[in-house]
């Protein structure tokens, strides 16, 4: 086992006008070096938060974050700087991030530039061109601008930036979630490509369970900032225990005619995340909640080997 990352109890809360936001609360795992972990959920469940503290775009309120052994839950500025060589992030609109004054290739290279890891004109050159060459994008593409390129390429741009410091670690924040599906197909091919050959490791986060299932080696489902199911990808498809998950899987679409399935649509309201009361976060929307649910909230319990539920109801 080569634990590349690991999360002890990470925690991210807001201050709002109501009260503590609780964004993120009390999430646990480790993720093996050139594995992918995918993190699923519905739009502000905290999965994109959560990516956003790993790599240190906001900082964590508790809990701490170990990087190949090392806790970098606080860092200086100069170990931020070595982190960011280590840690990178693909984000869903590459185009709100991507300069639209720049051409392909000064994208590209702003990263070399910024953090000075070239010799000189020629190195710098040529490394801008095996990164596009990397991630599938033409040389002739290199002197065009963002809003000429189509949402593809405009990620592909994206990934040969974040690609450029030579991570270990890609947190990918929905990259696929704006793009149309066949689209969608290459660039997941790119990244399990990237992954083969680089050896890099992913949190593949997204509110799509089908766009997860054949990249991530585990998946972990997220409620309300709350862990409440992870265990290996196969295993979440085929054994799922808690009443969201099955939830979220129903609502797969299934490309064939002749199976039915049953489409469970939540019901209920979503309760706040904000100053959360005690009980289950599930429990106004669960169809099996009791009376334990409203009032004492479930732990996560290891039901078998690498299988974690967190549900009153499920006990193996
Ligand atoms: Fe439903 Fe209760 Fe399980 Fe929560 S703990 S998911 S409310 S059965």
New binding site residues.
Partial sequence: MDTILEVKNLKKYFDTPGGKLHAVDDVSFTIERGKTLGVVGESGCGKSTMGRVIVHLLEATDGKIFFEGNDITRVNSAELKKLRNDMQMIFQDPYSSLDPRMTVRDLIGEPLKTHKIFKNKEDYEKRVSELMETVGLAERVGLQYPHELDGGRRQRIGIARALALEPKVIVCDEPVSALDVSIQAQILNLLMDLQDNQGLTYIFVTHDLSVVKHISDDILVMYLGQMVEKCPSKELFENNK???TKALLSAIPIPAVDVERKHEILKGEISSPINPKPG?R??PR?P???EK?HSQS?ELREIKPGHFVA???VTE
């Fill in positions: 808690h009443p969201y289950c599930f429990a669960c099996y909640a009791t649910c479930p549900c009153h109801m």
